[in-house]
């Protein structure tokens, strides 16, 4: 009777060892999807970082140009007025009514351009929020992910099937926030 008992708790141990040999390798595999989400979704951020520095710069230059063509717009119809008032007592009224008009033709010029750059500024602002809102809920994802690696790495140490479902469910979680990054299901605080 020893004998049989002696080869039934063998047989057990086998049993169980091979069990944590399979939810090791399991948990295991899932430590290397979450490690490749988390590199997609750090790379990704990157680029919404990046691209909310770039959008930022061009808002400013943007805005700077606008400034600047109001400068000169206002300076062409200073200039026009000026001229006006003293090419009364110009010998040559032709060359002065040319250079008015010269002045006049260059405010107004520039005043359909700041229009234009007004819009534009608009449109990179937008840019600029869009680039920023899909880099903060990156970054989100990325520490959903960095925790699920965490949690999955220390249930292969425990053996707490627990951990693992927590891992998982960070690890949807993270996707669910990459997803939000370029889909805006909602806008994160800050």
């Given at each position: 009777?020893?004998?049989?008992?002696?080869?039934e708790?063998?047989?057990?141990?086998?049993?169980?060892?091979e069990g944590?040999?399979?939810?090791?390798?399991?948990?295991a595999?899932?430590?290397a999807?979450l490690a490749a989400?988390?590199?997609?979704?750090?790379?990704?951020?990157?680029?919404a970082?990046?691209?909310?520095i770039?959008?930022?710069?061009?808002?400013?230059?943007?805005?700077?140009?606008?400034?600047?063509?109001s400068?000169?717009?206002?300076?062409g119809?200073?200039?026009?007025?000026?001229?006006?008032?003293?090419?009364?007592?110009?010998?040559d009224?032709?060359?002065?009514?040319?250079?008015?008009?010269?002045?006049?033709a260059?405010?107004?010029?520039?005043?359909?351009?700041k229009?234009?750059?007004?819009?534009?500024?608009?449109?990179?602002q937008?840019e600029?929020?869009n680039?920023?809102?899909?880099?903060?809920s990156?970054e989100?994802?990325?520490?959903?992910?960095?925790?699920?690696?965490?949690l999955?790495?220390?249930?292969?140490v425990?053996?707490?099937?627990?951990?693992?479902?927590?891992?998982g469910?960070?690890?949807?979680?993270?996707?669910?926030?990459?997803?939000n990054?370029?889909?805006?299901?909602?806008?994160?605080?800050?």
């Amino acid at each position: 009777m020893e004998g049989r008992e002696a080869m039934e708790r063998h047989e057990q141990t086998v049993a169980a060892g091979e069990g944590r040999e399979i939810f090791g390798k399991r948990v295991a595999i899932l430590v290397a999807v979450l490690a490749a989400f988390l590199a997609i979704s750090s790379l990704t951020a990157t680029k919404a970082s990046e691209d909310t520095i770039l959008k930022e710069i061009q808002v400013a230059d943007t805005y700077a140009e606008f400034q600047a063509d109001s400068l000169k717009q206002r300076l062409g119809e200073q200039n026009a007025k000026t001229l006006t008032v003293l090419s009364a007592n110009f010998p040559d009224q032709a060359a002065a009514k040319t250079a008015i008009g010269e002045f006049k033709a260059d405010a107004a010029k520039k005043k359909a351009q700041k229009e234009e750059l007004l819009i534009k500024a608009k449109e990179l602002q937008g840019e600029r929020e869009n680039a920023h809102r899909r880099h903060k809920s990156l970054e989100v994802a990325e520490a959903a992910f960095q925790i699920a690696i965490v949690l999955a790495s220390v249930a292969i140490v425990a053996r707490a099937i627990l951990l693992v479902w927590a891992s998982g469910l960070l690890g949807v979680t993270g996707l669910f926030f990459m997803l939000n990054a370029y889909r805006h299901f909602f806008d994160l605080p800050g």
